[in-house]
């Protein structure tokens, strides 16, 4: 009994936190509770009457015993077993709904545990709710860039075409302007062209005046063979030595200065055109030595690209010029050692230099097949003429004191440059 209002007890304090689906239950409960009650309180006075009629008969069974009361007995015992049976039946509805309580008791527990696991998952679609509002919001955020970011890339569009557009016009413009100086560039050419037949005509004058003067040249040398003689029996010179040259200079029979002048092979060497006694040489190992032929001294060392071979060479007053491998003609100050040009535009190794006009512009031939003019008579050089060939330039000279060129190609040819004695006769002029 006291398990058993333990269990009520505990019942009505879980009912009372019970949301409203288990109202019912719970008004079903405290029915059967106060039906449970008043059948307990049933049963306890009809025991205690039991009991009661029971001790009666025990004393009036103890009292009469013998006395001829056998039939009140039996009577009496009727009556005791018909309250017991009653008793019984009372006692079996109470179990009966006592199990009918616990089994209801046991339901609501069951629905008590699915109700907590509904109010979880319920718990649990709560914050996932929250999760995707949360979700949604930073969508919104995003669509709302993205919107932003639109609306900069129409404007940015916008800017576009309005730039695409100057710029067509711009163009359109300039391609007027360009037509304009083609124009002017064909007009120019067909002038120089005219110009350079004038030239040509001009040099043929100067051929024949040449070949006049070399006339008399020779009938002068023929004149003076005589008097060469008397001066060679005058001063006692030996008519079985070595002699060359109109004077009869005796050929050199050994070397005047032997120079270790670099650590690989060289690769050109050249006098000094200006008439000093400097000798310019370079080499594989990316220099420009400059020598002294007097005493075999190196008086300056000239370096160009690092890992770059030194090809050629020419030296002219006080400037030296050398080309390489690295497509590049490099052009020094040989008394201050400093370099002041550096000659690009080729697009392959470039094979040979010279200095002409007086030392304000270079000559260079390259693999390229091509031979450049460059001004550097100025701070900085400009490119003024390019002469195409169809083969390596391997070499080029240019006399002293001449406008005229020449260049020697892998192919065998060898070709005279008149367009760089239109450039050198309007530079001298």
């Given amino acids: 009994m006291r398990m058993m209002e333990i269990i009520q007890t505990r019942l009505l304090e879980r009912n009372a936190f019970e949301t409203s689906p288990f109202l019912s239950i719970t008004l079903a409960l405290a029915a059967l509770e106060n039906m449970n009650n008043d059948l307990q309180l049933r049963c306890d006075n009809l025991e205690s009457e039991r009991f009661e009629q029971r001790e009666t008969i025990n004393q009036f069974t103890s009292e009469n015993r013998g006395k001829g009361y056998s039939k009140i007995e ?25 199990s009918a309580t616990l089994k209801v008791t046991q339901d609501l527990i069951e629905q008590r545990d699915i109700n907590s696991a509904k109010d979880a998952t319920i718990s649990n679609l709560r914050k996932e709710n929250s999760q ?152 594989e190992d990316s220099t420009v030595k400059i020598w002294d032929t007097g005493n075999g001294k190196n008086v300056a060392t000239l370096r160009g690209g690092n890992g770059h071979v030194m090809i050629g060479v020419d030296i002219c007053g006080g400037l030296a010029v050398g080309c390489g491998s690295d497509k590049t003609c490099r052009v020094w100050n040989t008394r201050t ?65 001449s406008i005229t060129a020449a260049s020697g190609h892998l192919d065998g040819g060898v070709s005279s440059a008149l367009k760089v004695l239109f450039y050198l006769f309007n530079v001298s002029k």
């Fill in 132 to 283: 995707q509002e949360d979700e949604i919001v930073r969508l919104e955020n995003d669509l709302q860039e993205a919107r932003s970011h639109s609306q900069l890339a129409e404007k940015q569009y916008s800017g576009l075409k309005d730039t695409i557009k100057d710029l067509q016009e711009t163009n359109d413009s300039l391609t007027k302007e360009n037509r304009t100086v083609v124009n002017s560039i064909v007009t120019n050419k067909q002038a120089m062209m005219d110009q350079m037949n004038e030239m040509t005509d001009m040099i043929e004058k100067l051929k024949k005046e040449v070949n006049m003067l070399q006339a008399l040249q020779k009938q002068e040398a023929k004149r003076g063979n005589s008097s060469i003689e008397g001066t060679r029996s005058f001063t006692g010179l030996n008519k079985g030595a070595r002699q060359f040259g109109s004077i009869g200079s005796l050929l050199p029979s050994s070397s005047k200065q032997v120079v270790q002048a670099h650590h690989s092979q060289a690769t050109c060497v050249r006098y000094d055109s200006s008439g000093s006694d400097l000798l310019a040489t370079s080499s």
């Fill in 337 to 401: 050692e400093r370099l002041i040009h550096q000659l690009a535009g080729h697009v392959h190794k470039i094979t040979c230099v010279r200095l002409y006009n007086n030392e304000k512009a270079v000559l260079t031939g390259s693999a390229d097949r091509s031979l450049r003019v460059w001004d550097i008579n100025r701070r900085t050089y400009r490119q003024t003429l390019t002469l195409r060939h169809s083969s390596t330039t391997n070499c080029i000279d240019v006399p002293p004191g």
């Fill in 74 to 98: 039996a009577k009496q015992r009727g009556k005791i077993s018909q309250l017991q049976e009653q008793l019984n039946e009372k006692l079996t509805i109470e179990v009966e709904s006592s």
